[in-house]
């Protein structure tokens, strides 16, 4: 506990990059739920 502020950088860094990825995450789920949808109307207009 002899560096706070180093422990202060590593939070302040970490927050923004944990928002970065939660969003990146986020829009690749939404990207692939878009897929998976267009996919199952491709193959029920299939038939």
Do not use: C
């Amino acid at each position: 506990m002899s560096h706070p502020d180093e422990s202060g950088n590593v939070q302040y860094y970490k927050a923004p990059l944990y928002i970065t990825i939660r969003i990146h995450v986020k829009a690749h789920f939404i990207r692939f739920l878009a897929n998976a949808d267009a996919i199952w109307w491709m193959l029920r207009n299939r038939r």
